[in-house]
């Protein structure tokens, strides 16, 4: 059985879960910070390390689940993108259920720019409101997104 060392427990593969917009930060934000936290000896999951093309999104929630800690990297295009909304859930979920920190980073984008691109989605896609309602729950003692 797992030891109750801390409250994300020890099961955890990873230290760090990063979810990024590929096209926005992957090589010009997210590559040097995954480096930085690999010199640290902090192990961390960005998706071109263990997920190769065709698997699924399970398998990506997975990992989510498997950090003690998730960076959200919010850009100008992550709420256009169907799996960063995916993972968001998931990350929010995880820091309701199972106390994982999270840690937004806004890269070259306004916190209220990105709150007026998931509300334009949301006008398109149900889905969406899911993703704003837990997001303003969680994130309302943090400030605004």
């Known amino acids: 059985m797992m030891a109750s ?10 230290d760090v879960f990063i979810s990024f917009r590929g096209e926005d930060t992957r ?7 995954y ?16 997920l190769s093309k065709g698997n699924k999104i399970s398998e ?7 950090s003690r800690l998730s960076v959200l990297v919010l850009s100008q295009n992550y709420a256009s993108s169907t ?6 859930v998931k990350i929010l979920d995880c820091m309701d259920t ?3 920190i999270v840690v937004p980073i806004f890269y070259q984008v306004d916190p209220s720019d990105l ?3 998931m509300e334009n989605l949301q006008k398109r896609s149900p889905y969406m409101e899911k993703i704003l ?3 303003r729950k969680s994130w309302t003692a943090g400030g605004p997104l």
Request: one cysteine or more; aromatic letters at 10%; proline letters at 0%.
């Open 83 to 88: 799996w960063c909304l995916k993972e968001l």
């Open 5 to 14: 060392s801390s409250s994300s427990g020890s099961r955890c593969k990873y």
């Open 133 to 135: 309602a837990s997001t």
């Open 98 to 100: 199972m106390k994982q």
């Open 115 to 117: 709150r007026k691109s």
């Open 60 to 66: 990506l929630l997975t990992y989510i689940e498997d």
């Open 27 to 33: 090589k010009i934000f997210v590559g040097h910070l």
């Open 35 to 50: 480096r930085a936290l690999q010199q640290k000896a902090i192990n961390a999951f960005i998706d071109s390390e263990g």
